[in-house]
């Protein structure tokens, strides 16, 4: 995309666009939280705590004597409800503060269709069983879906919360993330998005692995990877690490790249650098 094409994008009121920014941006951490509260429910066994009932826990509405499986599951479905309503407010405000054309729209929108998506495949999960000490190789291929589906609703959340940033679409000043063609940076960052989506798919696998077969140190981690006729999901748990050091190599040497091709955009420079530290962090 070329600076003059984003300089001719249609603008949006400075005001309304920053109240938006700030909306979205809140809709993003908000959406944070959702996951790692998920991520607790899969941790915790809880995903069958409204037994293989969608959207009614466990046939009721409200359940009574409710255990504590069941509250965790039912709160993940609360909050997921209220993400919902959220998301969905960013769209009609995104349709209503902005003009046509505007990226906010787009992204705004997508952001919408991947919740679907994301709300289909958790009720998949549940009414096909794929929750609790399921060991079958579908629920691993239901929970990469699920974790690759998750990343791009929050890298559309993201960019609907950029792209709202006032005067980032018009005035002359160039679309945030706007490349040409066939600018190599593209290519880079498209790469690095890529290697996160596989190596999210592989984390979601070896998770679960280490839920339905835990090992109480890493030596009888360990053994079991090696043991003969382990169970594949332990023996593909053993893949995650190898394929995080390699993206996270790529994904270094990607930011050092990108920013050497844009060396007067300090917020480029920024961000790579905070791409840098937060591998450090995450092997760490």
């Known amino acids: 995309m070329s600076a003059a094409a984003s300089s001719a994008r249609p603008a949006a009121d400075p005001g309304r666009a920053d109240r938006f920014r700030r909306l979205a941006w809140g809709v993003v951490g908000y959406n944070l939280l959702v996951v790692a509260w998920g991520a607790f429910v899969r941790a915790t066994g809880s995903g069958a ?26 709160s993940h479905r609360l909050t997921s409800g209220l993400d ?43 009414l096909f069983e794929m929750v609790a000490a399921n060991e079958s190789l579908a629920r691993a291929w239901w929970m990469a879906a699920h974790l690759v589906n998750t990343f791009v609703l929050l890298a559309w959340l993201t960019l609907t ?15 945030p993330l706007s490349f040409a063609a066939r600018d190599p940076a593209a290519w880079l960052l498209g790469g690095g998005f890529v290697a996160m989506l596989v190596l999210g798919a592989s984390g979601a696998v070896a998770a679960l692995g280490d839920t339905l ?42 930011a ?5 091709r844009r060396p007067g955009v300090v917020e480029v420079r920024r961000a790579a650098n905070a791409l840098a530290g937060l591998f450090a962090a995450q092997i760490v």
Not at 49 to 74: F, Q
Not at 232 to 244: N, S, T
Not at 256 to 260: L, M, T
């Open 49 to 74: 705590g409204c037994g293989s009932h969608w959207p009614l826990c466990n046939g009721e509405v409200v359940p009574r004597s409710p255990s504590a499986e069941t509250l965790i599951e039912l």
């Open 84 to 126: 919902g309503l959220l998301v969905a407010a960013l769209v009609v405000l995104a349709f209503r503060w902005f003009p046509r054309r505007h990226p906010v729209r787009t992204a705004a929108g997508l952001a919408f269709v991947f919740l679907l998506v994301e709300g289909a495949i958790g009720a998949g999960l549940v």
């Open 161 to 175: 919360a950029v792209w709202a940033q006032p005067g980032a679409a018009a005035g002359g000043r160039r679309l």
């Open 213 to 254: 077969f835990p090992a109480a140190s890493f030596r009888e981690g360990l053994a079991q990877d090696l043991a003969p006729g382990a169970h594949l999901l332990v023996r593909l748990r053993a893949l995650h690490p190898a394929l995080a050091l390699g993206a996270g190599v790529y994904l270094v040497a990607m």
């Open 256 to 260: 050092s790249a990108v920013a050497g």
